[in-house]
Nanobody, 122 residues
Framework: QVQLVESGGGLVQPGGSLRLSCAAS????????MGWYRQAPGKGRELVAA???????NYADSVKGRFTISRDNAKNTVYLQMNSLKPGDTAVYYC????????????????WGQGTQVTVSS
C-alpha cells in the first residue's frame, strides 16, 4: 500500500507564507509526476502546481510568481512554497502522486493525500 502524508497547512495573514510538504511511503518502485491541487468551498478541485520526475514544474496562472513547487526524489517528497498569499488561496490543499508500485507495472497509479487546510485571513 501507498500513503501520502501532508503537513504544513494553517492560518496565515494576507501577504504571508506557508510551506506544504507531502511524503509518499509504502510499496513504491518509482514516483513519476507529483503535484498539488486545491478545493475551495463550493468549488471544484483545481491543479495548483505539478512537477515531473525530471523536476520540470507547471503552475496554474493564478499562482505563477508566488508559489514554487519542488521535490526530493530520495525522500519521495514534494513541497509547495507559498508566498504572497491572498484570501483567494484559501482552500483544502491535496497532494497527488503518480506511482509505480512494482517492477512489473507499466502504468503509474494516482494516489492522493488526505488534504490540509490553508486559510488566508486577517
Amino acid at each position: 500500500q501507498v500513503q501520502l502524508v501532508e503537513s504544513g497547512g494553517g492560518l496565515v495573514q494576507p501577504g504571508g507564507s506557508l510551506r506544504l510538504s507531502c511524503a509518499a511511503s509504502g510499496s513504491i518502485f518509482s514516483v513519476n509526476a507529483m503535484g498539488w491541487y486545491r478545493q475551495a468551498p463550493g468549488k471544484g478541485r483545481e491543479l495548483v502546481a505539478a512537477i515531473n520526475s525530471g523536476a520540470r514544474p507547471n503552475y496554474a496562472d493564478s499562482v505563477k510568481g508566488r508559489f514554487t513547487i519542488s521535490r526530493d526524489n530520495a525522500k519521495n517528497t514534494v513541497y509547495l512554497q507559498m508566498n504572497s498569499l491572498k484570501p483567494g488561496d484559501t482552500a483544502v490543499y491535496y497532494c497527488n502522486a503518480a506511482i509505480i508500485t512494482s517492477v512489473g507495472d507499466t502504468r503509474p497509479r494516482d494516489y492522493w493525500g488526505q488534504g490540509t487546510q490553508v486559510t488566508v485571513s486577517s
